[in-house]
């Protein structure tokens, strides 16, 4: 069965810094998407950040960038500049191909320090 | 706005009710997933719906269930409620695999 594990319940960062957010997965597929989801007080679900397995190419958006290594199954977020907005719970997903169901980590709440 | 919608925003009942949540998924997705966070954890899959058809069924217990509309909007049916019960229930819809978008939530509190 698939996984996804995030080692880090919590995390703090000063404003302006960069933190780095570790996600491992497990799955025997090969081909699958990986993403970074926010969920700030407001608790919607927002989108960060989306990869495709086959594409070796990190993804990035803006001050948000991954680290995907697919032989390690490990996916970490990157953000660069912390602002006050980015604090958050971040969760680490996955989907595989095959399915349409996103299977999610239990979450890296993420405080910022002004 | 998402362009999920979901219905109530917060609910409270007591043990041994029935609650019916409601979302309306975005313009033109077919596809409609359920999941629960409870507190502390991640979101839990529970039910997907394509175009008023069951695809997929995660850990959903008997006491709930879902059905898909004509109009693609869905309900999830919690029945026989339990204190470990109350979470916050989302729904996301999709067009098409990894394209996402979740509705804000229905926070359920069994008192």
């Known amino acids: 069965a698939q996984t996804v594990t995030q080692s880090q319940p919590e995390m703090s960062v000063q404003e302006a810094e960069t933190v780095t957010l570790s996600c491992t997965y497990d799955t025997s597929e090969s081909d699958y998407y990986l993403f970074w989801y926010k969920q700030p007080p407001s608790r919607q679900m927002i989108l960060v950040i989306r990869?495709?397995?086959?594409?070796?190419q990190n993804a990035t958006e803006n001050r948000f960038s991954v680290n995907f290594q697919k032989a390690a199954k490990s996916f970490s977020l990157k953000i660069s500049d912390s602002q006050l907005g980015d604090a958050a719970m971040y969760f680490c997903?996955?989907?595989?191909?095959?399915?349409?169901?996103?299977?999610f980590g239990k979450g890296t709440r993420l405080h910022i320090l002004p | 706005d998402s362009g999920v919608t979901q219905t109530p925003k917060h609910l409270i009942t007591a043990t041994g009710q029935r609650v019916t949540l409601r979302c309306s998924p975005r313009?033109?997705?077919?596809?409609v997933y359920w999941y629960q966070q409870s507190l502390d954890q991640g979101l839990q899959f529970l039910i997907q719906y394509y175009n008023g058809e069951e695809r997929a069924k995660g850990n959903i217990l008997e006491r709930f269930s879902a059905q898909q509309f004509p109009d693609l909007h869905s309900e999830l049916n919690l029945s026989s409620l339990e204190l470990g019960d109350s979470a916050l229930y989302f729904c996301?819809?999709?067009?098409?695999?990894?394209?996402?978008?979740f509705g804000s939530g229905t926070r359920l509190t069994v008192v």
């Open positions: 996301a819809s999709s067009p098409s695999r990894a394209d996402y978008t």
């Open positions: 313009s033109g997705d077919l596809s």
């Open positions: 997903a996955y989907n595989r191909y095959r399915d349409d169901k996103i299977i």
């Open positions: 990869q495709e397995a086959y594409k070796q």
